[in-house]
């Protein structure tokens, strides 16, 4: 037992000089009305309370880096980001936790939790549920071997949620490139953005009824997607039946499924993208096509537009000065 104590602790070290490191050769912060040292002086040891955590639960649980990720994205993409996502219904709020992006998908509620019950001892009433999405994205990024950025911060916290914007604006596994596209540009992002981002997908799982029809019927005339690497479908077939086993996982990237790399475009580029809205990055645009090639051949500039879009995507809509609050409990919100 001391001896696994003794591993955890060195692993936990080792997780957070990643972050720490990868920070001081880090891309800059975009200006704006966000700044990476908001809490310099009101809650200086905030991005190392984030960091353990994430780190503990990383360690006990290596799917959960990317399902950290998955939260910064679909919190940002619905009203801005504003930790809108982890609100509960209640009274007049329905929560986005129930929407079809999120429904049986969305998880790691309880580390962000623990993370705001941390910074609450720490600094009461200080740092936002906005802002730990945000920190927590970017350190299971680099815990995974992915690159490290400075997180603007000074984000607050909406007061409602909206499943309806939850449904509608977040890309969908089965959306066509053009629908892609224009989501993203709704949010003030382009197609550099988007090819970089998805690109997240190096880590984490995807179910079953995310790409079935692609095993069994693309179009609608019962002929598999074209697209889809022969061998790599007979190989998913035997557990996403046509019918049944709707919730089983598979690796967005059999290859390295655990480490934050540039195999994702690798696997692209032979037709073993697992969704339908990551091969189209291949097959259905030569602008996007390219992309895919240059992040496929080197990683480097995949690792320095991630981080630059990734600064992006979490400078949408932030809730700043006297708008929104700082929620006690990310889960619901104030009751002054």
Same mark, same amino acid.
């Given at each position: 037992?001391?001896?696994?104590?003794? $591993?955890?602790?060195?692993? $936990?070290? !080792?997780?957070?000089?990643?972050?720490?490191?990868?920070?001081?050769?880090?891309? @800059?912060?975009?200006?704006?009305?966000?700044?990476?040292?908001?809490?310099?002086?009101?809650?200086?040891?905030?991005?190392?309370?984030?960091?353990?955590?994430?780190?503990?639960?990383?360690?006990?649980?290596?799917?959960?880096?990317?399902?950290?990720?998955?939260?910064?994205?679909?919190?940002?993409?619905?009203?801005?980001?504003?930790?809108?996502?982890?609100?509960?219904? +209640?009274?007049?709020?329905?929560?986005?936790?129930?929407?079809?992006?999120?429904? &049986?998908?969305?998880?790691?509620?309880?580390?962000?939790?623990?993370?705001?019950?941390?910074?609450?001892?720490?600094?009461?009433?200080?740092?936002?549920?906005?802002?730990?999405?945000?920190?927590?994205?970017?350190?299971?990024?680099?815990? /995974?071997?992915? @690159?490290?950025?400075?997180?603007?911060?000074?984000?607050?916290?909406?007061?409602?949620?909206?499943?309806?914007?939850?449904?509608?604006?977040?890309?969908?596994?089965?959306? %066509?490139?053009?629908?892609?596209?224009?989501?993203?540009?709704?949010?003030?992002?382009?197609?550099?953005?988007?090819?970089?981002?998805?690109?997240?997908?190096?880590?984490?799982? *995807?179910?079953?009824?995310?790409?079935?029809?692609?095993?069994?019927?693309?179009?609608?005339?019962?002929?598999?997607?074209? %697209?889809?690497?022969? +061998?790599?479908? !007979?190989?998913?077939? @035997?557990?996403?039946?046509?019918?049944?086993? &709707?919730?089983?996982?598979?690796?967005?990237?059999?290859?390295?499924?655990?480490?934050?790399?540039?195999?994702?475009?690798?696997?692209?580029?032979?037709?073993?993208?697992?969704?339908? +809205?990551?091969?189209?990055?291949?097959?259905? *645009?030569?602008?996007?096509?390219?992309?895919?090639?240059?992040?496929?051949?080197?990683? &480097?500039?995949?690792?320095?537009?991630?981080?630059?879009?990734?600064?992006?995507?979490?400078?949408? *809509?932030?809730? /700043?000065?006297?708008?929104?609050?700082?929620?006690?409990?990310?889960?619901?919100?104030?009751?002054?």
């Amino acid at each position: 037992m001391a001896g696994e104590a003794a $591993m955890r602790r060195g692993l $936990m070290a !080792a997780a957070l000089a990643a972050v720490f490191f990868s920070l001081s050769s880090a891309i @800059p912060a975009a200006s704006g009305q966000l700044d990476p040292h908001f809490y310099d002086h009101s809650c200086p040891q905030a991005q190392q309370i984030v960091a353990s955590i994430v780190g503990k639960a990383h360690y006990k649980d290596p799917r959960m880096a990317a399902s950290l990720l998955r939260l910064h994205f679909h919190d940002c993409f619905v009203k801005g980001c504003d930790a809108s996502l982890l609100l509960d219904s +209640s009274g007049s709020i329905v929560s986005e936790k129930r929407s079809n992006p999120n429904r &049986d998908s969305a998880r790691g509620f309880e580390v962000i939790d623990e993370i705001k019950a941390a910074l609450e001892a720490a600094c009461p009433g200080t740092v936002s549920c906005a802002d730990i999405l945000a920190l927590a994205a970017r350190d299971s990024t680099v815990m /995974t071997g992915g @690159p490290g950025w400075m997180v603007p911060l000074g984000r607050r916290d909406s007061r409602g949620a909206s499943v309806q914007g939850s449904n509608n604006d977040i890309p969908a596994p089965n959306n %066509t490139l053009p629908t892609i596209i224009t989501k993203f540009k709704l949010q003030g992002l382009d197609i550099v953005d988007l090819v970089a981002l998805l690109g997240s997908h190096t880590i984490g799982d *995807s179910r079953c009824t995310s790409f079935r029809q692609r095993l069994y019927n693309q179009t609608g005339n019962g002929v598999p997607d074209r %697209t889809l690497d022969v +061998s790599y479908a !007979a190989a998913l077939r @035997p557990r996403c039946p046509r019918s049944g086993g &709707d919730q089983n996982l598979f690796f967005l990237d059999p290859v390295t499924p655990f480490k934050f790399d540039n195999q994702y475009y690798k696997n692209l580029l032979v037709y073993r993208g697992l969704l339908s +809205s990551d091969e189209v990055l291949l097959t259905d *645009s030569p602008a996007t096509a390219e992309l895919v090639k240059l992040y496929a051949a080197n990683q &480097d500039i995949f690792f320095q537009h991630f981080a630059q879009s990734m600064v992006k995507m979490g400078n949408i *809509s932030p809730l /700043t000065g006297g708008n929104g609050e700082i929620r006690k409990h990310c889960r619901r919100v104030n009751h002054n």
